[in-house]
Structure formats: structure tokens, C-alpha cells
């Protein structure tokens, strides 16, 4: 069984990849939640790599970088929470 609001599960979650579950899949959930916030109601694709850098122009190229890290359908190419909220919270994020 999956648990899991489909809208903001990262691929290796819907797909019932147990193994593959961890830190990373709350990444992309935060971050996911992060760009629905910000648009107005785009859910990325987790089975495609999100380009937040595309949509959110208008945000700090840094923040735009690390949001698109953390949307990878590749787990281990996404940053750590601690990357995510430092970038999140930095005044070039402002």
C-alpha cells in the first residue's frame, strides 16, 4: 500500500519503491509544495525532471537552481533539507 498525497509524492514513492525512500523524498515533497505555493497550483511532474527555473523566472537564480535539484526524479541528485531550507532562507532568495 502507498501512502501519499499523488500530488506531491516523488516518483520512487508512487511507484512503491520502498528501498529508494528516505530524506530525498521529502525533498522533493517540501519543494514540490514550495512551486504549487509560489504558481498558484503547478504540481511538478515527478516523473520528469521540474523546470523551476522555466516557470518562476522571476526568482533568485540560486533558489531556482536548488528547487530544480530538489524536483530531480533521481533521488540522489536532490540537495540535503539543510540545502533546501538554507537556500529558502537566504536573503538573495528574497
Known amino acids: 500500500m502507498i501512502l501519499a498525497t499523488p500530488n506531491f509524492a516523488p516518483r520512487e514513492q508512487l511507484l512503491g519503491q ?8 521529502d525533498v522533493w515533497a517540501l519543494a514540490a509544495l514550495f512551486v504549487f505555493l509560489v504558481t498558484g497550483g503547478t504540481v511538478p511532474d ?3 525532471p521540474a523546470l523551476v527555473s522555466a516557470r518562476l523566472p522571476g526568482l533568485p537564480r540560486s533558489l531556482r537552481r536548488v ?3 530538489a524536483l ?3 533521488e540522489t541528485k536532490r540537495p540535503s ?3 533546501l531550507a538554507a537556500a529558502l532562507h537566504s536573503p538573495s532568495a528574497a
Not at 520502498?18 to 523524498?25: D, K, Q
Open 18 to 25: 520502498l528501498h529508494r525512500i528516505g530524506p530525498a523524498t
Open 46 to 48: 515527478p516523473f520528469a
Open 67 to 69: 528547487l530544480d535539484a
Open 72 to 74: 530531480s526524479p533521481d
Open 81 to 83: 533539507a539543510a540545502e
